[in-house]
Structure formats: structure tokens, C-alpha cells
């Protein structure tokens, strides 16, 4: 059974920094998307960065793009999403998601994604 484990969340305030890591089980796939989706109450999830495993790129989506980076490491089959200079808008639910397949990083796509975690709450004071 696949498993993805968020964790890393919590309560910080307006431009501090936070590290989410998704650690995965079960998932043996080589070839594959991992990213990270957040959700508002009341909003439409929506994808923050994703990375694939077949040649390393990433994505980002506007609201996050210089201020977050994903990171792989293998050896401990966890994703990790440093998020810096946070706003409070960046205040939600994040989600660990994977898609086995040959994609790029560019594929970040909510309904695209077979595999999701349960969510961490991130919140962000002003």
C-alpha cells in the first residue's frame, strides 16, 4: 500500500520559514511526479511546486515562485518544501501528492495526481 506522510507543519509568523517533508511507502515507482498542492477552505487546491524524478525539474506556481524550493532525498524517500519569507496568505493545508509516470516537473496538476497524504495545517500570522 502507498503511503505519503506529511509532516513539518505548525504556526509561524509572517516572513519566517518552515520546512515541510513527505515521506513516502510503498511507492516503487523510479519514474514519477511528488509535489505539493495547498488548499483554502472554501478555494480550489492548487499546486505549489512539483518535481519529477526522471530529470529533476520543477515547478512552482506564482504565488510561491522565489520564496519556496523543493528538495529530494532519495536515501530517505522523502520530498521537502522549504517555504521562506512566508505570508499569511500562504496560510492552508498543504498536501503531498505523487503520479507515477514519465513526466516533467511542469506536471502539477491537482486531478492529475493518483497518490495524496493526508495534510499538514500551515499557518501563517500577520
Known amino acids: 500500500e502507498v503511503q505519503l506522510v506529511e509532516s513539518g507543519g505548525g504556526l509561524v509568523q509572517a516572513g519566517g520559514s518552515l520546512t515541510l517533508s513527505c515521506t513516502r511507502s510503498?511507492?516503487?515507482?523510479?519514474?514519477?511526479?511528488i509535489g505539493w498542492f495547498r488548499q483554502v477552505p472554501g478555494k480550489e487546491r492548487e499546486g505549489a511546486s512539483c518535481?519529477?524524478?526522471?530529470?529533476?525539474?520543477?515547478y512552482y506556481g506564482d504565488a510561491v515562485k522565489g520564496r519556496f524550493t523543493t528538495s529530494s532525498d532519495n536515501t530517505r524517500s522523502t520530498v521537502y518544501l522549504q517555504m521562506n519569507n512566508l505570508k499569511p496568505e500562504d496560510t492552508a493545508v498543504y498536501y503531498c501528492?505523487?503520479?507515477?509516470?514519465?513526466?516533467?516537473?511542469?506536471?502539477?496538476?491537482?486531478?492529475?495526481?493518483?497518490?495524496w497524504g493526508k495534510g499538514t495545517l500551515v499557518t501563517v500570522s500577520s
Open positions: 518535481m519529477s524524478s526522471v530529470d529533476g525539474s520543477s
Open positions: 501528492a505523487a503520479q507515477p509516470g514519465y513526466y516533467t516537473g511542469t506536471y502539477c496538476y491537482m486531478n492529475g495526481m493518483d497518490y
Open positions: 510503498g511507492f516503487t515507482f523510479d519514474e514519477y511526479v
